[in-house]
Structures are given as structure tokens and as C-alpha cells.
């Protein structure tokens, strides 16, 4: 869609990113950062003052002693932390629970590794998970079961009681968990993120991933981190090792010094929130109707009541016609559906948003 985007000069709020600037002393920092030198390999698990210092930054988020010698990776991205997770555990064969619709690079990530998804679609119109069909998709061949909270691409979030579901699911057994929360700040509504981090007896059996590109609105930078016990950590740098072996030196020193700006994630929700519910305001002139979002850069808008159109159909349509780019929630299933839904992203500047809800109104 970005591409279809370019050729057609269409607003797109298909792909997740912001088209706002970044802080601007964390590039300042970057910029220090190089001239101080800090240009050759980091050390191979990430610096250690980086690593320390997202240690203390859990501890007082989710009360969770991390050591960051033996269970914190720093990663280029969240994606490529979720990818050596897999590999990590996989064997041919093996079973990962995946529900849909998913991030894209799941399935493919699952399959490279010889490892077959099983899926299970979230509820609709609400994307929540179905536990009694989790149990009855457990074999004794279930390697992983992998959650994402704040969902991409429905802004769905997980509640305690699916901690409670999933902790009775994996007791006593040996599945693993993969929890991607790169959007673990951008949550809306005073809803509470259920990192995996705040449960020991989960964490134990989890790779738990993050992204710097979303909490620091700077996708193009590529770096992440990744949380696992020292046991699991052990393996997955045994992977990292001989793959990227290590990340970009001077945007590890800025970070970490600025990831000690609490302000700046804790504030985060409620300024993303006023975008959602500022794009959601423009939206109410038009004929698409806001399905939740409570996290995420997202928002599903449905699509019913103007065509019964394919969501791909549709999608391109809107993107040739009308010059605004989504994403057709399909792309995110296996399977071919059709909910007649997109996925909008709102994290842009007012003036985009308004120019695209402005297309919006002609339908
Ligand atoms: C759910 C989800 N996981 C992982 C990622 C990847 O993060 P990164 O850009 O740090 O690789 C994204 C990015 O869009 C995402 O939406």
C-alpha cells in the first residue's frame, strides 16, 4: 500500500509511522554521541549502561527484578528480536499458537524455522482471545503460544483475567511464550499494559520483545531489546551471536541516557490518545465506522455501510480514487476474509489527518 501510496501521491495512513519530528535531544544526543567516538561494535549483548538502565526503568514500571547481564538483548528492532526468539526454540515441527489477525512477520518467522502456526482467530467484532479454543488447540507438539499487546492491527489490549487464562493453560507444561509488546506505552483509556514482565511464573517461560522506534517515535532506527531468563537468554544470544552480533553504538549511548526522561513515555498514552480520538472526531463526518482501539498506532475503521467491496478491492480503490491509504485487515489472515474493515493509522500531525478525512468525506 505505501508504494501504491507514492505512485498515486495518496495520504497514507497505511503503514505505522509517525510523521511528526522525534525529540529532538535524543538526536542531539546521537549527534554527541559520534562526535565523543562511540562509533565501533557496542558489546555483543548491547552496552551495558543501556542495559542497566532498561533493568531500573522495569523495576519501577512493572516492580520485576530483570538482571541485565544475563536476560537483556539489545536487538536491531523488535521484528528481528521476535525472529531470534523463534529460531531460539524451534525444531521442525513443533506448534505455535498464533492468533489472527497477526503481525506479518510472524507466520513467515514461525515457518523459516521448519515450525507450523496454529491459528486461532480473535473474536470479532471485539478481537479479544478465545481461551476455550486456545485448550482445545494445545497438543503435546505446542512449542510457543505468541501474544501481542497492544494489538497491531486492532489496538485490542490483553486484561488480567487473560493472564489468569493463559497462566492455567501453560502450568505444568513445557510451552513457551512469546509476548510482543513494542507498543507497551502506547496504551489509551487509563487501561493498565499487561506486560508479562509483572508475572514471574510467566516470565520464566517467556521471550519478551520491545522497540525503541515506537516509544521514540523513530521506526527507521531499528533498535529494540528483548527480556528473557538467563537460561533462554543464553540460547537466543547464541543465535543473535552469529547474525547481527551487535547494534548501533551511538544510538545505544543516546538512549541510554534519554530513556532516564520518564516524562517522556509516561506521557506518551495520553498524548497518542488525543491523536486517536482526535482522528476519531474527523472520522465521525464520514461514513466509515470506529471499531475500539485502546493501544497501538491503529484504529480498525468498518467499512460497511458504504460498499460491499473486498477490504483489498476497497483498500485500492480508496488509495487510486480518493488519495488516502489503508491497510485491509486481511493481509493479516492466513486465510482470505472479509470484514469489511481497514486499519487506519493516526499517529501523523493534525494537518494529515485532516486533509485525509477530508478525501474521506467524498464517499
Ligand atoms: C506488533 C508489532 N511487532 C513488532 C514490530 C516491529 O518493530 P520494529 O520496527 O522495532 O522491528 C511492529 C512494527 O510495526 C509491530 O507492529
Not at 505468541?146 to 485490542?156: A, E, R, V
Request: aromatic letters at 12%.
Amino acid at each position: 500500500m505505501s508504494a501504491l501510496a507514492a505512485e498515486y501521491n495518496a495520504i497514507n495512513l497505511g503503514q505505522g509511522f509517525p510523521d511528526f519530528m522525534m525529540p529532538p535531544a535524543l538526536t542531539q544526543l546521537v549527534n554527541e554521541a559520534m562526535q565523543q567516538g562511540h562509533n565501533q561494535y557496542a558489546h555483543m549483548n548491547g552496552l551495558p549502561l543501556l542495559r542497566e538502565r532498561i533493568a531500573e526503568k522495569i523495576a519501577t514500571l512493572y516492580s520485576t527484578n530483570i538482571n541485565p547481564d544475563t536476560c537483556i538483548t539489545i536487538t536491531p528492532g523488535g521484528t528481528y528480536a521476535i525472529y531470534t526468539a523463534l529460531t531460539t526454540v524451534l525444531q521442525p515441527g513443533d506448534e505455535v499458537i498464533v492468533f489472527e489477525p497477526a503481525f506479518d512477520s510472524y507466520l513467515p518467522n514461525i515457518e523459516i524455522n521448519g515450525g507450523k502456526p496454529v491459528l486461532i482467530p480473535l473474536t470479532f467484532p471485539d478481537y479479544a482471545i478465545d481461551w476455550q479454543l486456545v485448550k482445545q488447540c494445545i497438543t503435546p507438539k505446542t512449542k510457543m503460544i505468541m501474544l501481542n499487546t497492544p494489538h497491531n492491527p486492532t489496538g485490542s489490549v490483553l486484561g488480567s483475567d487473560d493472564i489468569e487464562q493463559l497462566r492455567q493453560i501453560v502450568k505444568d507444561t513445557g510451552i513457551f511464550i512469546l509476548s510482543d509488546e513494542v507498543y507497551e506505552h502506547l496504551i489509551y483509556d487509563g487501561k493498565k499494559h499487561e506486560s508479562i514482565l509483572r508475572y514471574p511464573d510467566l516470565l520464566e517461560r517467556s521471550f519478551v520483545c520491545f522497540s525503541f522506534g515506537k516509544t521514540y517515535h523513530c521506526t527507521g532506527w531499528k533498535l529494540g531489546y528483548c527480556i528473557a531468563p538467563p537460561q533462554l537468554m543464553k540460547e537466543f544470544r547464541k543465535v543473535h551471536q552469529f547474525n547481527c552480533f551487535s547494534c548501533n553504538s551511538p544510538v545505544q549511548y543516546a538512549l541510554a541516557t534519554f530513556i532516564q526522561q520518564q516524562d517522556h513515555y509516561l506521557k506518551l498514552g495520553t498524548e497518542v490518545q488525543q491523536k486517536r480520538d482526535y482522528f476519531q472526531q474527523l472520522m465521525g463526518q464520514t461514513r466509515f465506522k470506529a471499531l475500539p482501539s485502546y493501544g497501538s498506532y491503529f484504529q480498525l475503521y468498518s467499512y460497511a455501510s458504504i460498499t460491499d467491496e473486498s477490504e483489498n478491492d476497497f483498500a485500492i480503490r480508496l488509495c487510486k480514487q480518493n488519495g488516502v491509504a489503508a491497510i485491509p485487515v486481511s493481509v493479516f489472515y492466513k486465510q482470505e476474509t472479509n470484514k469489511q474493515v481497514l486499519r487506519f493509522c493516526f499517529v501523523k500531525n493534525e494537518q494529515t489527518l485532516e486533509a485525509a478525512v477530508n478525501r474521506l468525506m467524498k464517499l
